[in-house]
């Protein structure tokens, strides 16, 4: 997306779009990244509760099927003695250390269980009695040194094998003896993990794809989310801009012509009085001019860094609309404009705000409304009140603003007519101070204008209870 963020009048330059440009792909980066890591460690952990759930399920299953063959043993075995004897329908598949089968050995043992475990029965000592189930090569025949333990094949699979300790059948004539009596044997019933572990690798795989996937879909995601994070700064580092340029320029028109004035009289051999004068006059409208622009610009100032009122009083907007309209009677009849007051509520109708600011906002209305209105205009300053605002429309009919012209006036320094309005010696701040007061208060301003008919701007300010 190109940086085209349909700037006023001025671009940010090449430089300092490259700036932009740089952050903004750095911003892309830190968000694609975070995002990254937050993924990643989101399909560890799925990774491993789902790893962790196959494994207590699994060795939850070795533990009842060595349990179920502890009990099965220990209702006939008392020692190893007894093993020949036992019931190849218990274990068909068991084979003696000596490689005396109970029955002969089949490729495929018949119990379901006997294809996925080994059964060893092992002495105190660690020598092999017996064994039955599959017979993985390499797993060492000890005393089992814990009673869960995690072994490994010669083919380095992996297998969980727990061991339970076979005692001597307990004759009921003889009765529970008060020693524990001693186990003749170790009961090692194990599992291969191989169907497991292939089944977590291909876990494994789909959660490494999945993060591709989603890593994929969130790098255009940040570049679009950095690019809407950065478009506000980019904004409003353009407008600063403008804003600066705007302003020197507007501070070099006066000091550019007291400049020409005193050199102007500086060339002068000897000057007269009148000459003096003028001199003077010159100096004094153009010093005017700067002070009024640079209070007007520490006004703007002030209201961005403190956009709410400081000094705050009940103040009624009926007696706002008269002494503006007093003020402003002899600039009317100076223009020979006929400046009305039209007042459509109660006589109190208070607005909670700074007066002073609240004032200075109709006055900037009033008088742009007689500035631009011709010689037996009508200017009508009309009060009225709905669903708890106060709404002044300043209604003049003057030149009026074309309908593109209308959301630019309110722009700093923006001047419609730029020649006519520095005879008059405005800067084109007005509308931005009055919008800024009347953003200051909760409240807005709006147009409505036809050129060539006239204009009426209407300020809406939340009444105050
Ligand atoms: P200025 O100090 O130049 O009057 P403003 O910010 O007050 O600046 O107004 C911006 C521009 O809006 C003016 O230059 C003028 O062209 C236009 N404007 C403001 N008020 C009126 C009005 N009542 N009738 C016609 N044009 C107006």
């Known amino acids: 997306m190109a940086w085209d963020i349909g700037l006023p ?3 940010v330059s090449k430089p300092q779009n490259q700036l932009f440009q740089q952050s903004r792909f750095r911003l892309a980066a830190w968000y694609a990244g975070v995002m990254g890591v937050i993924l990643a460690l ?35 075995l008392s020692d190893e003695q007894q093993l020949e004897q036992l019931s190849p329908q218990l274990l068909p598949d068991l084979c003696l250390a000596d490689n005396r089968c109970l029955e002969p050995r089949q490729q495929t043992p018949s119990s379901p269980y006997l294809q996925s475990y080994y059964i060893r029965i092992i002495s105190p000592t660690g020598e092999l009695f017996a064994t039955a189930g ?9 005393v089992p040194a814990a009673t869960w333990q995690t072994v490994r094949d010669d083919s380095n699979q992996h297998y969980h094998q727990v061991a339970l300790k076979l005692y001597p059948t307990v004759s009921p004539e003889i009765g529970p003896t008060a020693t524990e009596p001693e186990s003749w044997a170790y009961l090692v019933v194990g599992r291969s993990f191989q169907d497991f572990d292939e089944y977590l690798a291909s876990v494994r795989w789909r959660i490494l794809l999945g993060l591709l996937l989603a890593l994929a879909l969130v790098a255009p995601a940040s570049w679009w989310l950095a690019t809407l994070a950065m478009h506000p700064i980019y904004l409003s580092y353009s407008r600063i801009q403008q804003f600066t340029a705007d302003a020197a320029h507007e501070l070099r028109t006066p000091l550019a012509a007291i400049q020409a004035t005193v050199e102007s009289v ?17 100096i004094h409208r153009q010093n005017l001019r700067l002070s009024t622009l640079v209070s007007n610009l520490l006004l703007l100032s002030k209201l961005d860094i403190q ?12 007696d706002l609309v008269h002494d503006i309209a007093e003020e402003m009677a002899a600039f009317a009849l100076q223009k020979k404009i006929h400046l009305a007051v039209d007042v459509q509520t109660e006589p109190t109708v208070t607005v909670f705000g700074d007066e002073e ?7 900037n209305l009033v008088n742009n409304a007689l500035t631009y209105t011709p010689e037996g205009g009508q200017v009508t300053l009309t009060l009225q009140k709905q669903h708890q605002q106060a709404l002044i429309l300043v209604t003049d009919t003057g030149v009026g603003i074309a309908p593109d012209e209308q959301a630019k006036i309110f722009d700093r320094f923006y001047r419609v007519d730029t020649a006519r309005s520095r005879q008059t010696g405005n800067s084109g701040l007005g509308l931005a101070i009055a919008t800024a007061i009347a953003h200051a208060h909760r409240g807005t301003i709006t147009v409505s204008s036809r050129p060539g008919q006239g204009s009426t701007f209407i300020v809406s300010l939340p009444i105050s209870s």
Request: aromatic share 4%.
């Open 357 to 363: 600011n609240l004032y200075r906002l109709l006055l």
């Open 134 to 142: 599959t017979r993985p090569q390499g797993i060492p025949v000890t």
């Open 42 to 76: 989101l399909g560890l952990g799925m990774y491993r509760a789902i790893a962790h759930a196959h494994e207590v399920t699994i060795d939850r299953e070795i533990k009842s099927v060595a349990d179920a063959l502890k009990n099965a043993l220990k209702v006939t």
């Open 307 to 318: 956009p709410y009122p400081v000094k705050q009083t009940h103040c009624n907007v009926v």
């Open 9 to 11: 009048r001025r671009r």
């Open 266 to 282: 500086l060339r002068l051999p000897h000057l007269s009085e009148a000459d003096a004068q003028d001199t003077l006059s010159v």
